[in-house]
C-alpha cells in the first residue's frame, strides 16, 4: 500500500446533488489519482430535504406538499488505468417522500453514471504544484422511472454528456481548485402526448435545456485527514419558470447556488480503508428546493494486480 499513499490516494465519490429531488450532476471535484492498478469501492448515503423553494424567482413554501426529501444509497468505484486516468462509475437508488398531501411517493434504480478523469497537466510553480484535470462524464436511465412527476420524480431520464476542466494549486497541505462544466442533455419522452410551457406542444417530447456547473474549493489535505469548503453554481441554460401555484416541469429554468464542506478520515490503522462526510445548503435558487444536503461514505482502495516496476 506504499505506492498508493506515495500518490495520496482518495476515492472521488460520483454524488449527485439532488437538489430538486433531480440529479443535477455528478461532482469531479477530487484533484488526487488513484494509481495505476487500483480499485477504490465506494458506498454512500445521502438525505435531502427542503421546505420552500423558488417559483421562479419568488420563494414560498407549498402546505400541500410540507417537506420534500429523499434517501440516496449509491454504489460505485475507481479503477486506475493508469497514473494518469481514472475511470469511474455509481449507480444510486433513489426514495422520495412528501410529509404532507396525496402525492405518492418514488422509489427505484435512477442512472448509471460514468466517468474518465486524465491528469492532463501537472507542473510544479512557486513553492507549489498546479494540476489540471480534464474529465469527460455521462449518465443514461436505468430504471423505468417517471420523469414527469417533479418534485417525487427520482430523476429525469434524460441521456447526458459532459466535460469538465479542473484546476489545482497546492502549496504544502492547503489548496485552492475551481471547475467548470458543460452538460448536454437529450430530449425525454413522458407518458402525455401534449403540455404547456410557454406555448402549447402537442407531442410526448420534451427538449430538455443542457446545464452549467461552476465550482470553487478549498481547503487542507493531508495522507490522514482532508478539509474543504466548496462554493457551486449550476443553471440551464433555456427553460422557463414554474407558473403559479402548479408543479415543476423537467424542462423548467433551474438555477441554484450552494455552499458546502467535505471531510475525509484516512484510517491509518487499515490501509485503504476511507469515512468520507459533508453536506451542502442551498442559498439561492430559481425552479429549485432550498435543500439542506448531508451525505456520508465508506471507501476501499486495493490492489488489483501488482505492476511490474513493482516486483
Known amino acids: 500500500m506504499k505506492k498508493a499513499l506515495q500518490y495520496k490516494v ?24 488513484i494509481p495505476k492498478n487500483y480499485f477504490c469501492a465506494a458506498g454512500v448515503y445521502t438525505h435531502n430535504s427542503w421546505d420552500k423553494y423558488w417559483e421562479g424567482t419568488f420563494k414560498r413554501e407549498n402546505l400541500n406538499l410540507g417537506t420534500v426529501s429523499s434517501d440516496i444509497i449509491a454504489l460505485g468505484g475507481n479503477y486506475g488505468l493508469s497514473n494518469k486516468v481514472n475511470v469511474l462509475f455509481m449507480v444510486p437508488y433513489v426514495q422520495t417522500h412528501v410529509s404532507a398531501g396525496t402525492l405518492k411517493n418514488n422509489t427505484g434504480i435512477q442512472d448509471i453514471n460514468l466517468a474518465v478523469k486524465w491528469l492532463a497537466f501537472n507542473q510544479e510553480l512557486g ?16 430504471g423505468n422511472y417517471q420523469a414527469d412527476y417533479l418534485p417525487l420524480s427520482i430523476g ?47 407531442t410526448n417530447q420534451v427538449a430538455m435545456p443542457n446545464v452549467t456547473n461552476f465550482l470553487f474549493s478549498t481547503g487542507f489535505r493531508s495522507l490522514k ?8 453554481h449550476m443553471n440551464t441554460i433555456g427553460g ?6 402548479n408543479m415543476p416541469f423537467p424542462s423548467n429554468n433551474m438555477e441554484a447556488t450552494a455552499a458546502g464542506a467535505v471531510f ?43 505492476d511490474k516496476s513493482e516486483k
Open 156 to 202: 429525469v431520464r434524460s441521456k447526458n454528456i459532459a466535460l469538465r476542466g479542473l484546476v489545482n494549486y497546492q502549496i504544502g497541505r492547503f489548496f485552492v481548485a475551481g471547475a467548470g462544466q458543460y452538460m448536454r442533455r437529450d430530449n425525454i419522452t413522458i407518458d402525455r402526448d401534449a403540455y404547456y410551457t410557454t406555448q402549447m406542444h402537442y
Open 127 to 142: 513553492g507549489g504544484f498546479l494540476t489540471f484535470h480534464a474529465i469527460a462524464s455521462g449518465s443514461l436511465p436505468l
Open 240 to 245: 422557463f419558470d414554474i407558473t403559479k401555484n
Open 264 to 306: 475525509k478520515y484516512m484510517f491509518q490503522s487499515i490501509p485503504g480503508l476511507e469515512f468520507t462526510a459533508g453536506g451542502s445548503y442551498v442559498l439561492k435558487g430559481r425552479n429549485y428546493g432550498q435543500n439542506l444536503s448531508a451525505f456520508g461514505g465508506v471507501y476501499y482502495v486495493f490492489s488489483v494486480k501488482k
Open 225 to 232: 485527514f482532508n478539509a474543504e469548503a466548496t462554493l457551486t
Open 10 to 33: 482518495y476515492c472521488m465519490a460520483l454524488v449527485g446533488i439532488m437538489l430538486s429531488t433531480v440529479a443535477v450532476a455528478q461532482t469531479e471535484t477530487d484533484a488526487l489519482m
